[in-house]
């Protein structure tokens, strides 16, 4: 069995990349852990791990004492002078476990704690591979719909994460093996280990997506500038050209509106206004006022302005309970003021 063990850790090192040093240590206390859960909890106990030998050697240590009031923990003077003469009141003495007494909670232990590190060690492999996909889409597949709370886990290439009910997009539905992209916000260290966050109504989501859908945008000739995001129902994204022949809108929506749709099929049916950015402000907050029509913007300082449309213009450009003037507003970062213009 200690082989097997020994062999097992030797593995672990060649295929998980975990020290044996560290599976030493692990397995040192699990073990020293364990007898005295077997013995009691007030039981001194040392492990001497012998790697060339595949061997573990245990030992209790006990005080030496002029009279035992805990033998589990204590051994008498005299007792402790036939083990050796040099033994002394309040030396430690320390007495080899048998085998047979030790065998079964070796074996039992020694599983445990390489099942445990194999766990911590994919996990560790897997929170790796998600800091390097930091804000980043990652495809993943639905494996299991909490009905209680909403929670979607997720298979993500060999490991699992949570969907939280908070980060889906609003109204939409998942199946069990449906394949869908999520976007990985950050990965925490907490008390129980590290733990990443996925989401589907952040505004990166978006702005990767066209990455990923629009190769002019992959390749740097558009720029998306900003985005402004309400999940489930409308987002703004503004963008602009490096080539003076490429209209970075047209390319964006492409030929009979297909690579938005795309991008819209993919978020459950959200609306998506792209909006040419411009360097000047008075622009860009007209255009971010889309679909509305602007008479003309003032500006009253960097980062405020009125805005005059006609009177049949005003429901548009503010939009349904405000929506479309709030996300022009965090599109452009000015506070927008919209009046008519009589």
């Known amino acids: 069995m200690n082989k097997a063990l020994f062999a097992a850790l030797e593995m672990l090192e060649a295929e998980k990349g975990i020290p044996k040093e560290y599976m030493y240590e692990k397995l040192e206390a699990a073990l020293v852990n364990a007898y005295r859960r077997e013995m009691g909890g007030s039981t001194n106990v ?3 791990i012998n790697e060339e030998k595949y061997d573990f050697r245990v030992f209790r240590q006990l005080e030496v004492v002029e009279e035992v009031t805990d033998p589990v923990c204590q ?20 007495k080899e476990v048998k085998p047979d007494e030790f065998r079964r909670l ?4 020694g599983k445990q704690v390489i099942v445990q590190a194999i766990r911590e060690a ?31 886990r997720l298979i993500i290439g060999n490991g699992h994460a949570t969907l939280l009910k908070a980060e889906q997009i609003p109204g939409e539905t998942f199946e069990v093996g449906q394949h869908i992209k999520v976007y990985l916000i950050e990965v925490k260290k907490g008390e129980r280990g590290s733990f990443a ?14 990455e990923l859908n629009i190769p002019e945008v992959a390749d740097g ?36 509106n297909q690579r938005k749709a795309v991008i819209t099929d993919e978020l459950a049916g959200e609306k998506i206004d792209i909006i040419r950015f411009s360097e000047q402000p008075e622009e860009y907050v007209a255009a971010a006022l889309a679909p509305a029509t602007v ?21 548009l450009a503010i939009g349904k309970e405000g929506q479309n003037a709030r996300l022009a507003a965090r599109l452009t970062g000015v506070k927008i003021d919209i009046k008519t213009a009589d």
């Open 46 to 48: 040392r492990v001497q």
């Open 75 to 94: 051994i008498s003077l005299e007792a402790a002078k036939k083990l050796s003469k040099r033994n002394t009141l309040g030396k430690i003495v320390e």
């Open 106 to 109: 070796s074996a039992i232990t």
């Open 122 to 152: 994919e996990r560790g492999l897997m929170m790796k591979e998600y800091e390097e996909k930091k804000e980043e889409i990652v495809t993943a597949v639905v494996d299991r719909i909490d009905p209680d709370t909403g929670n979607v």
């Open 197 to 210: 966050t996925f989401s589907r109504t952040h505004s990166g989501l978006v702005k990767r997506l066209f």
């Open 221 to 256: 000739t558009v720029i998306i500038k900003n985005v402004a995001r309400e999940a489930g129902s409308r987002t703004k994204i503004s963008v602009m050209s490096r080539d003076a022949d490429v209209d970075p809108i047209g390319t964006c929506v492409g030929p009979q």
């Open 295 to 315: 008479d003309r913007v003032e500006m009253d300082g960097e980062h405020s302005c009125k805005v005059y449309v006609a009177a049949d213009q005003l429901s």
